[in-house]
């Protein structure tokens, strides 16, 4: 199958800062990638959908300034979390689609 | 848009027990695709059911779509300890995927 890697696997911030992760499609190229946030013992939220040199779709409730976007190639999507607080501290996972969809190994942020 | 309610949220048995969980829509589902997750990882893929009453085996898991495709189910048979996690039904709406809120299955040896 096709294979979505996700940089960091973990990170621990002070609140106030910003962090950045990276999903990359490994195999393949995705015009469309997605942002999941997964809390402890809940299901997966869909925050945004990320298309490839457009700007990204969010779902209702997501702050798009807090929550920046960026899918610069066919196979790099980014999701910087801005002036992070404990509360944004979660399980963040993306995904590519090629003919299904595949997701990465996920990104586990704490914020102190 | 679309809503997949799933149950049981939880389920503990003994290994060698069956387990099923089940994910209902009010509306008719185009398709539905099943992933297990294990604790501490991500969302892997088990199948895609599309058709109206389709019935797909993947050795011990059985994955049905109702009739009405507004249904599905994932049973396991004789459960292992290889298979806890949560799984997950999940919908297409239009481009993304909506997820059920998934059953946790935790096995006693």
């Known amino acids: 199958g096709a294979v979505v890697s996700q940089h960091p696997s973990w990170v621990i911030c002070k609140s106030g800062t910003s962090v950045k992760i990276e999903c990359r499609s490994l195999?393949?190229?995705?015009?469309?990638m997605f942002w999941y946030r997964q809390f402890p013992k809940q299901s997966l939220m869909l925050m945004a959908t990320?298309?490839?040199?457009?700007?990204?779709?969010?779902e209702q409730g997501v702050e798009k300034d807090k929550f920046l976007i960026n899918h610069a190639s066919l196979t790099l999507s980014t999701l910087t979390v801005t002036s992070a607080h404990p509360e944004d501290s979660s399980f963040y996972i993306c995904?590519?689609?090629?003919?299904?969809?595949?997701f990465g190994p996920g990104t586990r942020l704490t914020v102190l | 848009g679309q809503q997949v309610m799933q149950i049981p949220q939880y389920q503990h048995v003994q290994e060698g027990e069956d387990f099923t969980t089940y994910c209902n829509s009010s509306?008719?589902?185009?398709?539905i695709q099943w992933y297990k997750q294990r604790p501490g990882g991500h969302p892997v893929f088990l199948i895609q059911?599309?058709?109206?009453?389709e019935v797909k085996k993947q050795k011990r898991l059985t994955f049905q779509f109702g009739e009405a495709k507004k249904n599905s189910s994932l049973h396991i048979t004789a459960t292992q300890t290889t298979d806890v996690g949560t799984y997950f039904c999940?919908?297409?709406?239009?481009?993304?995927?909506?997820f059920g809120a998934g059953t946790i299955l935790r096995v006693k040896s």
């Open positions: 995904s590519a689609r090629n003919d299904l969809q595949y």
């Open positions: 195999d393949f190229q995705a015009t469309t």
């Open positions: 990320s298309n490839e040199g457009s700007k990204a779709t969010y």
């Open positions: 509306t008719t589902l185009s398709n």
């Open positions: 059911l599309v058709k109206s009453g």
């Open positions: 999940a919908e297409s709406d239009g481009n993304k995927l909506v």
